[in-house]
């Protein structure tokens, strides 16, 4: 949900992520399809804003008609026993590796403990879940306020939705839901989008993001604005820009997608890309790698704001598990698709 534009506006400081999150997948995104699907109250603020990707934010004197307006889920001061709940169907079904449960902004208000539960069930209907399995992922844990809290889980299931417990009431900023989707969906032409984050894809390391994060690369959908996609700064050196990105599953590409969207003074002057199929090391070696892989595609131009569909020129490299955009000298992407075939 929007939030009212003000220069008082206070952002969610970023936070490390561990290596458990950073290799993996938020399968609690809204944007990706997560689902808000009911709660137990929702008085101050609506389940739905929990699973916003963008950090939290704080509007110092704006209130609603229930109070002040909080950027996540809240519900009202519980004056009896019990505890309050909310149910969340993931993105996709996956492998959960572990959360973070993001109390940013909430201070007097925010809930003291939390436990999550989870299920694998192939319907959002109410009475259809009510009668699923549910087992324990996180014990009740206890949380701070205005606090990131990443929680590792040991598991091996693969679930489909999420069952939050606050006790005994407050609220939530953001819950993301660090994992592994458990299978990739084909396009109707036959052919996977590698590289998307609902895929399993991620940007794996860049050079620069100095205006907007190498991982809107993988985003569904087109960009809302110049802020949704991948830009860095200026150069003024001499070279060239670039993210490495890890696709989902290895595989054949077969075409290469490259949009542009809302950039136009700002847009890269050409692209190329390599690829490789990487087996162990480490992150930081496979960028060291990455400087020598095979062309994958050489340096194209592109255009201002625009979608750029590439079948033609990609060479036969064979299953390929990362890719490195280059673009040429440096500017904005909003969106990168390479679509194939899993190995």
């Not at 660090?178 to 991620?202: K, M």
Request: proline share 6%; aromatic share 8%; net charge negative.
């Amino acid at each position: 949900m929007s939030h009212p534009v003000s220069a008082a506006v206070r952002v969610a400081a970023a936070v490390d992520l561990p290596d458990w999150a950073r290799r993996a997948v938020n399968l609690a995104d809204a944007r990706l399809g997560a689902r808000a699907l009911g709660a137990s109250d929702e008085f101050f603020a609506p389940l739905a804003r929990m699973l916003n990707p963008e950090p939290a934010v704080f509007v110092p004197g704006q209130y609603d008609a229930h109070g002040k307006w909080m950027d996540g889920w809240e519900t009202r001061r519980r004056r009896g026993p019990g505890h309050d709940w909310s149910i969340i169907g993931l993105a996709r079904r996956g492998r959960v590796f572990g959360f973070d449960v993001d109390t940013s902004h909430f201070t007097g208000n925010y809930a003291p403990a939390i436990a999550i539960e989870a299920t694998d069930c192939p319907s959002d209907d109410p009475e259809v879940l009510a009668r699923a399995s549910w087992t324990p992922l996180l014990t009740s844990t206890s949380l701070r306020g205005d606090s990131h809290h990443l929680l590792a889980v040991a598991d091996d299931g693969v679930w489909s939705h999420l069952r939050v417990h606050i006790y005994p009431d407050g609220g939530v900023a953001r819950l993301r839901v660090y994992g592994r989707p458990a299978e990739i969906t084909a396009g109707p032409d036959g052919l996977t989008d590698l590289a998307a984050q609902i895929n399993g894809g991620r940007a794996l390391a860049w050079n620069d993001a100095h205006f907007g994060q190498a991982a809107n690369l993988l985003a569904p959908g087109r960009g809302v604005n110049m802020g949704d996609g991948w830009e860095t700064r200026r150069r003024r050196e001499p070279g060239h820009d670039w993210c490495i990105i890890e696709l989902g599953a290895p595989g054949v590409i077969e075409r290469i997608e490259v949009d542009t969207a809302h950039f136009k003074g700002n847009y890269p002057d050409r692209f190329s890309m390599q690829a490789a199929r990487v087996d162990g090391g480490t992150e930081q070696s496979v960028i060291t790698q990455s400087m020598f892989w095979p062309t994958l595609i050489g340096e194209t131009p592109l255009s201002m704001d625009a979608e750029h569909v590439f079948s033609a020129g990609i060479a036969a490299l064979g299953v390929v598990s990362h890719v490195r955009f280059n673009i040429h000298p440096d500017g904005g992407v909003s969106r990168l698709r390479l679509w194939g075939r899993p190995a």
